[in-house]
């Protein structure tokens, strides 16, 4: 989040879905929750962040959109970036080839325009509207 630019979301095609959400992954076997964040974001966007704060963390049940059998615990923090992103970030929502699997870009949605609507997912769109309601 930047409150100049607004909040940073990624738009992505996986398993024939299109979806809004905002970047990160999965933990890797070994791996704390916070290594996980700075590898992460370093993978996908080519960035180097500074951690700030632990902003929430899933307290229901959440069933994976990907796989029924799967539960998801998201973790979500407010991050500082320590250099510019190394990646294209575009203005516009699903910036890349249509139908391509894995296909994913980058975009900035100011905050007069942030809300849970812009989010894919129930545990982001929870959080969006945290944030669009001033709660960070």
């Not at 973790?75 to 510019?84: C, P, R």
């Not at 575009?90 to 942030?114: C, I, L």
């Not at 809300?115 to 959080?127: G, H, R």
Request: aromatic share 12%.
């Amino acid at each position: 989040m930047d409150k100049e630019k607004g909040i940073l979301i990624t738009d992505e095609f996986e398993n024939g879905k299109r979806f809004s959400k905002f970047p990160g992954g999965g933990l890797e076997l070994g791996e704390g929750i916070r290594d996980c964040l700075l590898r992460e974001w370093k993978e996908e966007l080519g960035q180097t962040i500074e951690i700030i704060e632990h902003f929430y963390t899933t307290d229901f049940l959440q069933i994976s959109a990907f796989n029924p059998e799967q539960q998801v615990i998201s973790i979500y923090f407010l991050v500082k970036a320590l250099n510019e992103a190394h990646v294209k970030i575009s203005d516009v929502p699903f910036d890349f080839a249509e139908g391509v699997e894995g296909a994913q870009s980058f975009r900035w949605v100011a905050m007069k325009n942030f809300s849970e609507e812009v989010m894919t997912f129930p545990i982001d769109k929870m959080v969006a509207g945290m944030i669009a309601d001033g709660e960070w």
